[in-house]
């Protein structure tokens, strides 16, 4: 599976959250990085090459920073002009068809805001309605978001777990069951042994795998128990 | 009462509906407006007047055409910038709290696809939730937008009556009764007398009003026969 990953960020060098993530997948051959703001100072978009760009992956991801509930200027005029009529929509022909879409957001306000109630009165999913619309007219599958809150005051421990999310959205088959994730976990841990990746990220995966184990097992013996009777 | 109209469009001159609404109202005293790609064509926003501009006026319109379920980059820019931090949030004042906000929206898709079941999925109130997220930010009161389906498509009658509900979204106070739209229909119709605007419209409105009163004719003609037994 060949994943595009479209980065908009307005001030990407200052944002700790951007480089954290960029950082881990930089030497994964199934990941194209693609920064529209690096690509394109000028903003002037080219769209046969952009459009070419979308044909040759599998599942398209957006990553932005989420301010006012939408996505950055630059990323609204690649939609605009790169899903224009004739490839985006209005002909029989839906060249992205059958691909998977998917949001990667960084939100700087605290998840429990995001619901009737809260300061931000409505949740991640009806805020982001315009993005899974968007992906039904093109006919993609939308994935599960990627809803990274507050990244600035996370313990190590709590970026891991989102490291790891963030590895499952570009990378892992859409299959759910837990020996899937499992297999894949694994599969990637073996990878970076082979390369420079930071020793804590090995370490902190492993440990999920051995909590994951340790959870099946234990109810395994619950079951047996019950069975016993 | 001022009014703020914010318009953003990539390509003004080639929309037909925008020169159509924008002409309606370009001798009102009490709107100002204010054409984005007009007054930024480098895409630099003076965000100090444009502050001060927001200051000045008691509505703020959004007016753009809906593509992608949103605004455009422009606009997006313009919210991303001027309504920063210390203005549209993070301090205890709060700027704007108070005012009026609102969207009117040139959308090419026909009104019945916008509903579950429909093309377009999710109807205009569920895709618009990011901008009510932010009236909710700011402390504004969101009214209810217009949503103008497929200008290119319509009758005449069809345009005036969607040019009524323009004038009011612009211009009207929020009170709602019939008698109060019935008086703020004339006062526009009698200053339109006075100025070179198209007799069609005038004949229109005219037509509205005496509509609007051979309804309560008749209602009151039924209230009448009810209480006579």
């Known amino acids: 599976m060949q994943t595009l990953l479209i980065v908009s960020h307005p001030d990407i060098i200052d944002s700790g959250s951007q480089q954290y993530f960029l950082n881990a997948i930089k030497n994964e051959e199934n990941i194209t990085i693609h920064h529209l703001e690096e690509q394109y100072p000028d903003e002037k978009i080219d769209i046969a090459k952009e459009q070419q760009l979308l044909s040759k992956h599998d599942r398209i991801i957006f990553q932005f920073p989420f ?10 005029k690649w939609q605009d002009e790169v899903l224009g009529e004739g490839f985006g929509y209005g002909t029989r022909k839906k060249p992205l068809d059958g691909k998977e879409f998917g949001l990667v957001m960084m939100i700087g306000v605290a998840e429990r805001e995001y619901q009737a109630g809260g300061e931000e009165l409505f949740t991640i ?19 599960r978001p990627l809803s990274i809150f507050q990244f600035f005051y996370l313990e190590e421990e709590q970026k891991m777990d989102y490291l790891i999310q963030y590895w499952q959205m570009l990378m892992m088959d859409k299959e759910k069951s837990l020996a899937n994730r499992e297999k894949w976990l694994i599969d990637q841990l073996e990878k970076t042994q082979n ?4 020793p804590n990220t090995l370490r902190f995966a492993i440990d ?5 184990r340790d959870k099946m097992d234990e109810l395994k013996m619950v079951l047996d128990d019950m069975f016993l009777d």
Chains 1, 2 share one sequence.
Do not use: V
Not at 195 to 198: I, K, L, P, V
């Open 67 to 76: 301010y006012w509930y939408s996505a950055t200027p630059l990323l609204k």
């Open 195 to 198: 390369t420079s990746a930071a």
């Open 208 to 212: 999920q795998i051995q909590t994951n």
């Open 125 to 143: 999913s009806e805020l982001t309605k315009p993005f899974q619309a968007m992906a039904n007219k093109l006919g993609m599958t939308y994935l």
